[in-house]
């Protein structure tokens, strides 16, 4: 098994930052892509931004130019950087890991982690 620990969410005003920081640990070989998702109230679980094992990124268009993710290989940890955040941005923010946990089974599973919560007051 495989878990994924999420740290540093919490409350900031509008403008401000957080780095959220995300853990993988257990049974690991490889992760291949390692990613944010987020859910606010009422609303389905959305990409906020993913990372490949080579460093290639993407982002959701509401969160380009003010988040970053890197991944710290070595750690099996995955960060994202949140600027100017905004009350839109509120939402329990999830980090997800696409990992192959045996060499010998080339078999791909998703885990996720519990969530950490993202407040934006305005």
């Known amino acids: 098994q495989v878990q994924l620990v999420e740290l540093g969410g919490g409350l900031v005003q509008a403008g401000g930052s957080l780095r959220l920081s995300c853990a993988a640990s257990?049974?690991?070989?490889?992760?291949?892509?390692m990613g944010w998702y987020r859910q606010a109230p009422g609303k389905q679980r959305v990409l906020v931004a993913i990372i490949t094992s080579g460093d290639s990124t993407n982002y959701a268009s509401s969160v380009r130019g003010r988040f970053t993710i890197s991944r710290d290989n070595a750690k099996n940890t995955v960060y994202l950087q949140m600027n100017s955040l905004k009350p839109e941005d509120t939402a329990v923010y999830y980090c997800?890991?696409?990992?192959?946990?045996?060499?010998?089974?080339?078999?791909?599973?998703?885990?996720w982690g519990p969530g950490t919560q993202v407040t934006v007051s305005s």
């Open positions: 997800n890991a696409v990992v192959q946990q045996l060499v010998w089974d080339s078999r791909l599973i998703n885990f």
């Open positions: 257990g049974s690991i070989f490889k992760i291949n892509d």
